[in-house]
């Protein structure tokens, strides 16, 4: 079974931090591009962060370049993304979406996880 699970989700302050994993299972995460979305109350999904197989090319949102960080360790079949400088606008549900095609920041991924939710307020 081809699953993406997320966690490390929470509540924290105006500037701080949080570390998001998503862990896969049933496919080998070397072949597979990994994306983040994230999706407020109200709002479309968007694209967060992604990055491709192989080469490991990372992409960033404008909203969120020089705070967050994507990293993907194959060996634990994990993607991590680093969030820092929290704002309350990055308030959302995230997801993991995994695809053998790197399509980018756009949501047309084949698998996806449930989501984690992230909260930042004083």
């Known amino acids: 079974q081809l699953q993406l699970v997320e966690s490390g989700g929470g509540l924290v302050q105006p500037g701080g931090s949080l570390r998001l994993s998503c862990a896969v299972s049933?496919?080998?995460?070397?072949?597979?591009?990994i994306g983040w979305f994230r999706q407020a109350p109200g709002k479309e999904r968007e694209g967060v962060s992604c990055?491709?197989?192989?080469?490991?090319?990372?992409f960033y949102a404008d909203s969120v370049k020089g705070r967050f960080t994507i990293s993907r360790h194959n060996a634990e079949n994990t993607v991590y993304l680093q969030m820092n400088s929290l704002k309350p606008e990055d308030t959302a549900v995230y997801y993991c979406?995994?695809?053998?095609?790197?399509?980018?920041?756009?949501?047309?991924?084949?698998?996806w996880g449930q989501g984690t939710q992230v909260t930042v307020s004083s």
């Open positions: 049933g496919f080998t995460l070397d072949y597979y591009a």
């Open positions: 990055i491709n197989s192989g080469v490991n090319t990372t």
């Open positions: 979406a995994a695809d053998p095609v790197g399509w980018g920041l756009d949501p047309k991924y084949e698998l």
